[in-house]
T-cell receptor, first 113, second 113 residues
Framework: DVKVTQSSRYLVKRTGEKVFLECVQDMDHENMFWYRQDPGLGLRLIYFSYDVKMKEKGDIPEGYSVSREKKERFSLILESASTNQTSMYLC????????????FGDGTRLSIL | DAKTTQPNSMESNEEEPVHLPCNHSTISGTDYIHWYRQLPSQGPEYVIHGLTSNVNNRMASLAIAEDRKSSTLILHRATLRDAAVYYCILRTTNSNSGYALNFGKGTSLLVTP
């Protein structure tokens, strides 16, 4: 089975801090994704990557950046955390092709105080 | 994007079959029907997908209407661990659509002992 591992289940940070969320997948998938999930707003795509060192903006990239130096690892960076970035963050991976299933990690519940 | 319509909630008894409906009357020929579910405090989990023919896997079955305007996810024998929100999504092979998963509100399935 595909395993997508997110580094933390719960994280508490302060406003203005630089925050790193890490995600690792073990299935050699080309595509990796970062979403945030908020009540009433569903799943929103922040960034995705289709190859090492490649990235594409999703629907809500403002305030975030990403890094993909190795195929198995995709990092989400909050450059200067703000309270409106308090959310559940979900990482996913998928093999090539737009209709391939995405496999998710268990999520990181991030609170910015 | 073609939209889907699902009931807000459904209830089932444990060990009974569950049929979760999804309407997608504006589906196009390139749209695949995907189902995901999300258990409490976990990331979404891929369940099954199909294009025209019915599909079976170890988790569930997917029955697709002949005109493809509706589909049904079938859990053959519900367990308490199947209590989750189930999302029906259309995903197209059209590269302009992007890779984001657009979860609607889904169907919240309650399974009672």
């Amino acid at each position: 089975d595909v395993k997508v591992t997110q580094s933390s289940r719960y994280l508490v940070k302060r406003t203005g801090e630089k925050v790193f969320l890490e995600c690792v997948q073990d299935m050699d998938h080309e595509n990796m994704f970062w979403y945030r999930q908020d009540p009433g707003l569903g799943l929103r795509l922040i960034y995705f990557s289709y190859d090492v060192k490649m990235k594409e903006k999703g629907d809500i990239p403002e305030g975030y950046s990403v890094s993909r130096e190795k195929k198995e690892r995709f990092s989400l960076i909050l450059e200067s955390a703000s309270t409106n970035q308090t959310s559940m963050y979900l990482c996913a991976s998928a093999s090539g092709g737009g209709v391939q299933p995405q496999h998710f990690g268990d999520g990181t519940r991030l609170s910015i105080l | 994007d073609a939209k889907t319509t699902q009931p807000n909630s459904m209830e089932s008894n444990e060990e009974e079959p569950v049929h979760l409906p999804c309407n997608h009357s504006t589906i196009s020929g390139t749209d695949y029907i995907h189902w995901y579910r999300q258990l409490p405090s976990q990331g979404p989990e891929y369940v099954i997908h199909g294009l025209t023919s019915n599909v079976n896997n170890r988790m569930a079955s997917l029955a697709i209407a002949e005109d493809r305007k509706s589909s049904t996810l079938i859990l053959h024998r519900a367990t308490l661990r199947d209590a989750a929100v189930y999302y029906c999504i259309l995903r197209t092979t059209n590269s302009n659509s992007g890779y984001a998963l657009n979860f609607g509100k889904g169907t919240s399935l309650l399974v009672t002992p």
